[in-house]
């Protein structure tokens, strides 16, 4: 199993920007696909971003160059960081972890979740 931790979370103006973390523990994932997803009080779970072993990343439209997707191994943490930020980028942010070899781009491919962490994007 693996367990993972978010954190960097908080409130922000329009504009602004995060830098969430994301720590690994109870095996190394080094080898294994991550990702990030959010979900704002009444809507789904979004896609925002991933990264895979050998560092290919992807992007959706909606935060294509705004937000990177970085991790170190070393480390065992994933990051996300969050530049220009809007109000509709208001959500819970989800770190996970995939299993798979291939890139996936929805919540079911992936095996393992954080608990989460609070961004809110003030005008």
């Known amino acids: 199993q693996v367990q993972l931790v978010e954190s960097g979370g908080g409130l922000v103006q329009a504009g602004g920007s995060l830098r969430l973390s994301c720590v690994a523990s109870?095996?190394?994932?080094?080898?294994?696909?991550m990702g990030w997803f959010r979900q704002a009080p009444g809507k789904e779970r979004e896609f925002v971003g991933a990264i895979w072993s050998g560092s290919s990343t992807y992007y959706p439209d909606s935060v294509k160059g705004r937000f990177t997707i970085s991790r170190d191994n070393a480390k065992n943490t994933l990051y996300l960081q969050m530049n220009s930020l809007k109000p509709d980028d208001t959500a819970v942010y989800y770190c996970?972890?995939?299993?798979?070899?291939?890139?996936?781009?929805?919540?079911?491919?992936?095996?393992?979740w954080g608990q989460g962490t609070q961004v809110t994007v003030s005008s």
């Open positions: 109870g095996r190394t994932v080094s080898s294994y696909g």
């Open positions: 996970a972890v995939s299993v798979y070899s291939g890139m996936q781009y929805s919540e079911g491919g992936y095996n393992y």
